[in-house]
């Protein structure tokens, strides 16, 4: 069973840049779609972007500009920076596996971490 | 983006009840479709993929349907445990979007 543990600075100052790791935990890197969402109550949960192993990245034309997710396939960990932010960048953030079966071309959400509280204030 | 429009957006319903949660998306997506629960503090947590497949461990009770731009997801019998907000979300495009929520309460 694959289990996801985030981590990461809650509390930013507008233009700062946000900072955020997961560790996964019962699986290696290889084989799915590492993926950072984000929740607020303004725009609800919002897909920020995914990366693979072969590094195949895809973000959200929204934050294209700003956004860069990394893969450490030596730790097993995947990491999220968000540049410049701005108060509408308060959210919690959740890391999360997106695993895509080959054989029936069925894309999923089925592990996440716990979520961080990520707060923009000046 | 593919917009997912759900209704209702609050359901007040019962133990036992037998509740329709409807997601409607703005083209055509085929089966692309997935269906989440989340509990407050909680991260949301996958229950049925491909419209209608029923992730391991989910109850039975739990059923999804639906093709194209209308889908539903019905649970059979309420109980305690099924209180929260459930999310549809598409992936038959990116940027991969959610529906905006339906609040299953007591």
């Known amino acids: 069973q694959v289990r996801l543990h985030q981590w990461g600075t809650g509390l930013l100052k507008p233009s700062e840049t946000l900072s955020l790791t997961c560790g996964v935990y019962g699986s290696s890197l290889r084989g799915s779609y590492w993926t950072w969402i984000r929740q607020s109550p303004e725009k609800g949960l919002e897909w920020i972007g995914e990366s693979n192993e072969s590094g195949n990245r895809k973000y959200n034309p929204s934050l294209k500009t700003r956004v860069t997710i990394s893969l450490d396939t030596s730790s097993d960990q995947f990491s999220l920076r968000l540049y410049s932010v701005t108060g509408a960048d308060t959210a919690v953030y959740f890391c999360a596996r997106g695993f895509y079966d080959f054989g029936t071309g069925e894309f999923y959400f089925d592990s996440w971490g716990q979520g961080t509280l990520v707060t923009v204030a000046a | 983006d593919i917009q997912l429009t759900q209704s209702p957006s609050s359901l007040p319903a019962s133990v036992g009840d037998r509740v329709t949660l409807t997601c409607q998306a703005s083209q055509d997506i085929n089966s692309h479709l997935n269906w989440y629960q989340q509990k407050p503090g909680q991260a949301p947590a996958l229950l049925i993929y491909?419209?209608?497949v029923l992730e391991t461990g989910v109850p039975s009770r739990f059923t999804g349907g639906g093709s194209g731009t209308f889908f539903t997801l019905t649970i059979a019998s309420l109980q305690v445990e099924d209180f929260g907000t459930y999310f549809c979300?598409?992936?038959?495009?990116?940027?991969?979007?959610f529906g905006r929520g339906t609040d299953l309460k007591i």
């Open positions: 491909g419209a209608s």
């Open positions: 979300q598409q992936f038959h495009d990116v940027p991969y979007t």
